[in-house]
């Protein structure tokens, strides 16, 4: 078994990561794993070709879903697959589809300019993020006057939220195959405690709210941020590929999963 982690320097060398151990578990199951980080080579673009029975696109970055591109246009088999985290990665395509599969979401608008957003701004604040890409809230930030608008600076499609504030902690939401799991953080993390947060169990309602979100992009492998306010679920965030801090067994249970995938 031979599989390729297309990942990042600073991924690749996360010592305490569930991917990392994950790794160590499936080598002493005889798979044969390289860690592939775009960024740090040139890549001849004739000479790509598929060299490993599964690639995990655990990597986000432009250099990295390039090369899953020329991947998957070669027949590569990738965990989770190219075009569906392409859609994720894109916050407009993922919150369309997550629409359509009935997914509860903050009301969601996009505008050229920030100043645009001003008269949302009368019925409430907004969440202003990056439309693609962006992790662990880089990027991210609440406005509630109309002054704030003035700070961001243009540079494309700005995408934002209505914001609803959390009646308590983060809940994040993580699914291994068939199994959902949920861990509630504060934010931000100040410990590595703090990122590990403390397990829960999740309701009927968040798990069907989790399944919607895998039947919306054909996956099951992925994490979510479901936000509780006033009674009410949003989902606010979802993760291609997380980092399953603070699921029980975790390394243990990606590593059979990722196993499934090479039979």
């Given at each position: 078994m031979k599989i390729g982690i297309i990942t990042s320097r600073s991924k690749s060398s996360a010592d305490k990561s569930v991917m990392q151990q994950a790794t160590a578990l499936l080598t002493e199951r005889g798979?044969?794993?390289?860690?592939?980080v775009p960024e740090?080579?040139?890549?001849?673009?004739?000479?790509?070709?598929v060299e490993h029975d599964l690639y995990i696109l655990k990597s986000g970055s432009e250099a990295a879903m390039a090369l899953a591109w020329a991947l998957d246009l070669e027949?590569?088999?990738?965990?989770?697959?190219?075009?569906?985290?392409?859609?994720?990665k894109d916050k407009i395509i993922a919150t369309r589809r997550l629409q359509s599969a009935g997914v509860p979401l903050p009301a969601t608008f996009i505008a050229d300019r920030a100043e645009l957003f001003a008269e949302l701004?009368?019925?409430?604040?907004l969440v202003i993020k990056p439309y693609r890409g962006?992790?662990?809230?880089?990027?991210?930030r609440i406005v509630r006057d109309k002054s704030e608008l003035a700070e961001i600076e243009p540079g494309g499609v700005l995408f934002a939220q209505r914001y609803h504030p959390s009646d308590g902690r983060d809940h994040k939401i993580y699914r291994i195959g068939d199994q959902v799991f949920g861990v509630m953080r504060v934010w931000p993390p100040r410990t590595y405690e703090d990122k590990l947060g403390e397990p829960f169990e999740?309701?009927?309602?968040?798990?069907?709210?989790?399944?919607?979100?895998?039947?919306?992009?054909g996956i099951d492998l992925y994490g979510i941020d479901i936000v509780a306010s006033r009674g009410k679920l949003y989902v606010v965030d979802i993760n291609t590929f997380p980092g399953f801090k603070g699921v029980p067994d975790a390394a243990r249970l990606l590593a059979d999963y990722i196993e499934t995938k090479l039979n």
């Open positions: 798979a044969v794993v390289e860690q592939i740090d080579r040139f890549i001849d673009v004739c000479e790509i070709k027949g590569a088999a990738i965990l989770n697959p190219y075009p569906a985290v392409a859609m994720m701004l009368d019925r409430g604040p962006g992790s662990q809230g880089r990027g991210v999740v309701s009927s309602d968040m798990k069907e709210i989790t399944l919607g979100c895998g039947r919306a992009f």
